[in-house]
Nanobody
Framework: QVQLVESGGGLVQPGGSLRLSCAASGRTFSTYIMGWFRQAPGKEREFVGT????????YYADSVKGRFTISRDNAKDTVYLQMNSLKPDDTAVYYC??????????????????WGQGTQVTVSS
């Protein structure tokens, strides 16, 4: 079993930055592929980005590429999502998720077996 807890959400003005954290417990963190997803009101949950087990590979949705960066610290069992140049369209609940299968990374929501509770990010002036 894997437990994930996100933190760092909040209200930020357009053009601002936020850093989300996701702390994991329950199994060896370095064995998980980690992903970030988001869900805006009235919309389906969508892929934001993913990072491989050793952090060497990241992949992002086109909508956030160049603005968001995923990193992980396996010694701290934590994955991060640095969000810069935030836009009102980035407003959503952000979720981290863990994929324990044997692959490099995944963009598919259904591949992730474990999910956090989500943290709200609101971009507004």
């Amino acid at each position: 079993q894997v437990q994930l807890v996100e933190s760092g959400g909040g209200l930020v003005q357009p053009g601002g930055s936020l850093r989300l954290s996701c702390a994991a417990s329950g199994r060896t963190f370095s064995t998980y592929i980690m992903g970030w997803f988001r869900q805006a009101p009235g919309k389906e949950r969508e892929f934001v980005g993913t990072i491989s087990r050793n952090g060497g590979t990241q992949y992002y949705a086109d909508s956030v590429k160049g603005r968001f960066t995923i990193s992980r610290d396996n010694a701290k069992d934590t994955v991060y999502l640095q969000m810069n140049s935030l836009k009102p369209d980035d407003t959503a609940v952000y979720y981290c998720a863990a994929d324990t299968a044997f692959r490099l990374y995944s963009v598919r929501l259904d591949d992730y077996a474990y999910w956090g509770q989500g943290t709200q990010v609101t971009v507004s002036s």
